[in-house]
Nanobody, 124 residues
Framework: QVQLVESGGGLVPAGDSLRLSCAAS????????MAWFRQAPGKEREFVAA????????YYGDSVKGRFTIFRDNAKITVYLQMDSLKPEDTAVYYC?????????????????WGQGTQVTVSS
């Protein structure tokens, strides 16, 4: 059974950095797309970033491009989201998701497996 466990959220002031982790287990991830989404209160779930497990190709949402970096550790089967220059509008619950088939999409409905989420709060 595929499991995704996020960690690393917290409360930080604007301009600070945080690193989120997503530890994956229970599946064959060699072809997977690993993605991060976020959801703020009253808003739809938004695509943040994604990485292909095999080739390391990365994708970013427009609102985080240049500030966030997604990368992976193959040995630990863990994906990270390095978030720099955080803004109050980055405040949300951040979710890790995967599509084991390797098809990239910015639509959250395309991803079958999800973690429980981790709260990120950026104060102004």
């Amino acid at each position: 059974q595929v499991q995704l466990v996020e960690s690393g959220g917290g409360l930080v002031p604007a301009g600070d950095s945080l690193r989120l982790s997503c530890a994956a287990s229970g599946g064959a991830f060699s072809l997977a797309i690993m993605a991060w989404f976020r959801q703020a209160p009253g808003k739809e779930r938004e695509f943040v970033a994604a990485i292909s497990w095999s080739g390391g190709t990365t994708y970013y949402g427009d609102s985080v491009k240049g500030r966030f970096t997604i990368f992976r550790d193959n040995a630990k089967i863990t994906v990270y989201l390095q978030m720099d220059s955080l803004k109050p509008e980055d405040t949300a619950v951040y979710y890790c998701a995967t599509d084991l088939l390797g098809y990239f999409s910015r639509e959250y409905a395309s991803y079958k497996y999800w973690g429980q989420g981790t709260q990120v709060t950026v104060s102004s």
